[in-house]
């Protein structure tokens, strides 16, 4: 394990607004899939997202939809 | 020897894929919390109603609508009296 002793700042040759961008883009990927997962965590128990996403993943999906016999619904 | 290098490499790789970044990290936890939570779920009412079969409303249904004679028909009957 190699310790680090001081903050290892980069020098950025060619300061550009697209540069800065194009360095962060990795890293923003990552956080906007992260974001997803949270996302997907905290509305896993809602119907509109249950019917419009989660029932449709392959596989898996069927946990999330519900099949009531037609008989024990009312009306 | 080999087995402790290859054990060493197989852990590089979780922490190069997973807790090296923050992003990574978060991500595998929510990702490990959305799948945690639905097959959890899902085992837990498998072993309910293995644990209580005979007992739910699916299981007796046939009995009870057999023993009251097909259920609404007599209903209809008596609110047309």
């Known amino acids: 394990m190699i310790y ?9 040759s060619n300061i550009s607004k697209l540069s ?5 883009t990795p890293d923003l990927i990552l956080w906007g899939g992260a974001g997803l997962f949270a996302v997907a965590t905290f509305t896993d128990g809602i119907p ?3 019917d419009t996403f989660y029932s449709k993943i392959p596989y898996v999906g069927d946990h999330w939809q519900y099949h009531p016999d037609p ?3 009312s009306n | 020897m080999t087995s402790r290098t290859s054990e ?3 852990y590089t790789k979780i922490y190069n894929s ?13 990702a490990g919390t959305f799948i945690f939570q639905a097959s959890f779920d ?11 079969k005979g007992k739910l409303w699916k ?10 004679g097909g259920g609404d028909e007599d209903a209809d009957e008596d609110d047309d009296e």
């Open chain 1, 4 to 12: 680090s002793t001081k903050p290892a700042y980069k020098i950025i």
């Open chain 1, 20 to 24: 800065v961008l194009k360095s962060y």
């Open chain 1, 48 to 50: 509109k997202f249950k």
């Open chain 1, 71 to 73: 008989e024990d619904v």
């Open chain 2, 8 to 10: 060493f490499s197989f």
């Open chain 2, 18 to 30: 997973i807790f090296k970044r923050n992003s990574t990290f978060v991500a595998t936890v929510f």
């Open chain 2, 42 to 52: 899902s085992a837990i009412t498998r072993w309910y109603e293995n644990h209580n």
């Open chain 2, 59 to 68: 299981d007796i249904k046939p009995a009870i609508l057999a023993r009251n």
